[in-house]
């Protein structure tokens, strides 16, 4: 372990809130560290967030013509960098918050951070499979609101019986020719007012008691091969995409026992983007389980640096307090 190393401002994570933060903070002469992942622990965080693993992004403001995640984030990296950004790819092993400046450890440094910034993102659950994992970005996604449109015309399944999966394949119906809803159970356990409005919705089929044992496809998704749970048996549907929509896990077991959460692990917060730890800030899909997108996390990103700068100048400014003769006469002994 090399010396310690005292930053003003630490960033853990990168990606759109991660990275927005850190040019923010950047501007604001804070001469921010962003520790960005080092990619081999997808439960800490990958560089650049989720955004590496999509193809193309059509919905950020600013890109008429679209762009790739990995090109996104890659501008995104070098305009933090402009500013004094300094990155690193390494994953931040354990954090201390019992008392300030904060520290952070990775494998090889030790830091101490007078503000925190946590922007570690979420990471979509998905089925397991190799046939998935191969054909991401080529018909398989976790975000309809990112990647819908790409599959216009044509038909689409989903797959969960949440609020998440009812609301993805309700906003997909306005892309595909029919949505077909792909659910391990007998009945959904999404609310009743989702269930209704998918179940009258006319584009949208359901196949009960069913999972996916392999997408189908050499380039691009064409098809599923189904389970039917109960009888065993297996046949195909012809899909061009498949959504998997059973859920995100934030990427906050580095500070759990250390920082409130919800229920689901989500860093809960106190006011604007503070958590429950005075100095420390959160932005991004790490607090964020409504909205999950791009363009939302970039907001929380400059939000997070602001509350930063804000405090710090704040804690600066404080008056130092007088000496007491108590305390003097415990310095002199």
Excluded at 276 to 295: N, P, T, W
């Amino acid at each position: 372990m090399t010396e310690t190393k005292r930053r003003r401002v630490i960033i853990i994570g990168s990606g759109p809130a991660g990275y927005t933060a850190a040019i923010y903070a950047a501007r604001a002469e804070l001469e921010p560290l962003v520790i960005a992942g080092s990619g081999a622990d997808p439960k800490i965080g990958i560089p650049g967030g989720q955004l590496m693993l999509t193809t193309d992004v059509e919905n950020y403001p600013g890109f008429p013509e679209g762009v790739t995640g990995p090109d996104m984030m890659d501008l995104f990296r070098k305009q933090a960098e402009r500013f004094g950004t300094e990155i690193v790819y390494a994953d931040a092993t354990s954090v201390d918050l019992s008392e300030r400046p904060f520290r952070v450890e990775t494998a090889k440094e030790t830091y101490l951070a007078d503000a925190l910034v946590i922007a570690t993102g979420a990471a979509a659950k998905w089925l397991g499979l190799e046939s998935e994992k191969k054909l991401q970005n080529r018909g398989v996604s976790a975000c309809a609101t990112c990647d819908g449109a790409l599959y216009r015309g044509k038909e689409i399944a989903v797959v969960g019986g949440g609020d998440t999966a009812i609301e993805e394949a309700l906003f997909l119906t306005r892309f595909a020719t029919k949505v077909t809803i792909i659910h391990r159970r007998d009945e959904l356990r999404a609310s009743k007012i989702m269930q209704d409005r998918a179940f009258k919705h006319e584009k949208i089929e359901f196949l009960w008691d069913s999972e996916v044992v392999e997408v189908l496809g050499d380039n691009d998704v064409t098809g599923l091969r189904i389970r039917n749970r109960k009888s065993d048996e297996e046949s195909d549907l012809a899909v061009g995409a498949l959504f998997v929509a059973i859920g995100h896990v934030p990427n906050t077991g580095l500070f759990q026992g250390l920082l409130a959460t919800d229920d689901q692990g989500y860093l809960t917060l106190e006011e604007g983007t503070w958590t429950s730890v005075e100095g420390v800030f959160a932005s991004g899909d790490v607090a964020d389980k409504v909205y999950r997108q791009a363009v939302t996390a970039a907001g929380t990103g400059c939000a997070a640096a602001i509350d930063a700068e804000r405090w710090l100048a704040e804690k600066e400014a404080e008056p130092v307090q007088p000496a007491t003769t108590e305390t003097v006469a415990e310095a002199t002994t």
